[in-house]
């Protein structure tokens, strides 16, 4: 449906319904400060979210959440049960969600579900999930969603085309996989996300993977590849990450200076700050201050 009839606001966020039937649902959020909302994975619906900017959390317990992160989509099917899940977003994320029904799946891949992993018969009652990339055309046609229509006399037709184009894209890249062992163990997810929890708390002064999986209950094994199931990242990768965010909220603030940010992450060599900032947002800590500042 039209976006201009159709917005509304959860929490801080802004979500703008684009088309709304039976078998297919697309809708943008975007919200300009830290956000939630919630709604349900329903068994009858594969659900597709891809963040375009900043991240967003998908609370799926008290126990268990995963961080979606800027450029990265999220596949899930689950046709066992319905259950809700809590959206948080960070201030200036993009998602686009598309969600469609099991049955017009099938009808897209009607000369195909055999090679569909998530359509064949002995699959109905398996649980489907990924993370991965978001390609570059598949990023050129979620960023259109987000400008206005320059002709809004035929809207479903046009969203109806874009969710067409979505769906080519991403399936042409490779197809969905069987939901990890990890996801279903709830007494694993606890100790990865002990495991979690230990790393953030000393986040300032990093202890080994020894360390962490001797805390965690597991073996240096499960630890590495349980927590890139669980959280999508290598645990070096999640540490680096947060102190780059930790870093640029620092930065944000006003209230500190590079090489005083720098070792409040963790870093006694600001050099090595400086270039792991570089890669991670493509400025140095002084031109984004500068940036962000003048």
Do not use: W
């Not at 597991?218 to 927590?227: D, E, I």
């Amino acid at each position: 449906m039209d976006r201009n009839h159709q917005a509304h606001e959860a929490s801080g966020t802004v979500i703008h319904e684009l088309m709304v039937r039976n078998d297919e649902y697309l809708a943008i959020a975007s919200a300009e400060a830290n956000a939630r909302f919630q709604h349900n994975i329903q068994k009858d619906l594969v659900h597709f979210y891809f963040a375009l900017d900043a991240s967003a959390i998908f609370e799926f317990s008290p126990q268990y959440s995963r961080e979606l992160t800027q450029g990265k989509s999220y596949f899930i099917y689950d046709p066992t049960r319905d259950y809700p899940v809590t959206l948080h977003l960070s201030k200036g994320c993009r998602l686009v969600m598309l969600f469609i029904s099991i049955e017009n799946m099938h009808h897209l891949f009607i000369h195909d579900s055999h090679e569909v992993s998530f359509l064949k018969s002995e699959s109905i009652t398996r649980k489907f999930y990924e993370e991965r990339e978001t390609t570059s055309n598949l990023h050129i046609v979620l960023n259109n969603l987000f400008r206005p229509l320059q002709n809004d006399s035929l809207p479903k037709l046009f969203y109806h085309g874009k969710v067409m184009e979505i769906l080519s894209f991403y399936f042409s890249n490779q197809l969905p996989e069987e939901s990890c062992p990890y996801l279903s163990n709830e007494k694993m997810i606890g100790k990865l996300k002990q495991a979690k929890d230990f790393i953030l708390e000393h986040i300032d002064s990093p202890p080994s993977l020894k360390e962490v999986a001797r805390v965690a209950g597991l073996n240096q094994q499960q630890l590495k590849a349980g927590f890139k199931k669980v959280f999508g990242n290598t645990v070096y990768n999640y540490l680096m990450d947060h102190r780059m965010e930790q870093a640029r909220i620092l930065l944000d603030s006003g209230k500190y200076h590079v090489k005083e940010v720098s070792y409040r992450v963790g870093y006694t060599n600001t050099s090595h700050f400086i270039s792991y900032f570089r890669r991670k947002y493509g400025v140095t800590p002084k031109k984004y201050l500068m940036g962000r500042f003048r």
